[in-house]
């Protein structure tokens, strides 16, 4: 699966339920947040649902948080990024312009360590700034009462390219600036340089899988040279064995009548 560059997500400042997410809090996620200990699942408008196919399954996993601050209308701000790997349905409700905003829940004791701790990302389509639908959250779509649900936040999802991509824009880029380069010959050569280092790195990864796959042919030639060895040895065995001999000839003479004692 694909997965995003860190987008924000929160705000330290005012939540949809009429609490408040300070800068101690988003600290403290950016700090014990942890897959591994718990995975925030990301959820249409914080709905969960039960059955795997549902409009309301799970639509991808937050994989690490951050905080940074921000410059806002009011002053800097500390704001917490995320960084999510998304299913394939949610790549394609955000390319169709849909849910393009987020919102966390958080839950403020987290497994009794008197710390908050991200438990969900929500996905929705209403603003902060409208507070419509996104102020009419209720509790029983939350995994605990004392959760709270963070102001609506647009983001845009970008998502990394693969490795080869990257490669042939850089690569691309090099000769560009090197086709309009007007500076000296030390600095043409050290453009060149760049781009045939680069060549030379997709070579021989293109390169290592070649080996890796010949290898593979090779065992499997190995392999199948001793099947048939093994056959041919079978054959030969059966061949030798009681009751596996030659035929005894046909009867002849006496132009095929039959005798009888008298």
């Given amino acids: ?79 917490l990024f995320a960084q999510i790997e ?27 360590s008197a710390q908050p701790y ?39 999802l970008e998502f990394d390219e693969p490795q080869g991509i990257k490669l042939a824009d850089a690569v691309k880029n090099l000769l560009s600036r090197f086709s309009n380069k007007s500076g000296t010959d030390a600095a043409q050569f050290a453009d060149i340089s760049e781009a045939v280092q680069a060549l030379a790195g997709h070579v021989v990864t293109a390169n290592d899988n070649y080996t890796g796959a010949l290898a ?7 392999a199948l040279k001793a099947t048939q060895d093994e056959l041919a040895t079978f054959k030969a065995q059966m061949d030798e064995a009681p009751g596996n001999g030659p035929r005894r000839p046909a009867a002849t003479g006496n132009d095929g009548a039959v005798q009888t004692e008298f």
């Fill in 216 to 222: 593979r042919l090779e065992k499997t030639e190995t």
């Fill in 1 to 79: 699966m694909p997965k995003s560059q860190f987008f924000r997500v929160a705000t330290e400042g005012a939540t949809t339920d009429g609490r408040n997410i300070d800068r101690a809090t988003i600290e403290q996620i950016a700090a014990t947040y942890n897959p591994k200990t718990y995975g925030a699942r990301i959820w249409l408008e914080h709905i969960r649902g039960i059955l795997p196919d549902s409009q309301f399954k799970a639509y991808g996993d937050v994989i690490a948080v951050k905080a940074e601050e921000v410059d806002t209308d009011s002053g800097k701000k500390l704001a």
């Fill in 86 to 112: 998304p299913t394939p349905e949610l790549v394609a409700i955000n390319k169709a312009k849909q849910k393009l905003y987020t919102s966390l829940e958080i839950q403020p004791d987290f497994a009794d």
């Fill in 118 to 156: 991200l438990v969900g990302l929500g996905v929705t389509d209403s603003p902060a700034s409208l507070g419509t639908e996104a102020l009419k959250f209720s509790a029983s779509r939350k995994q605990q009462s004392a959760n709270l649900f963070t102001s609506a936040v647009e983001v845009t």
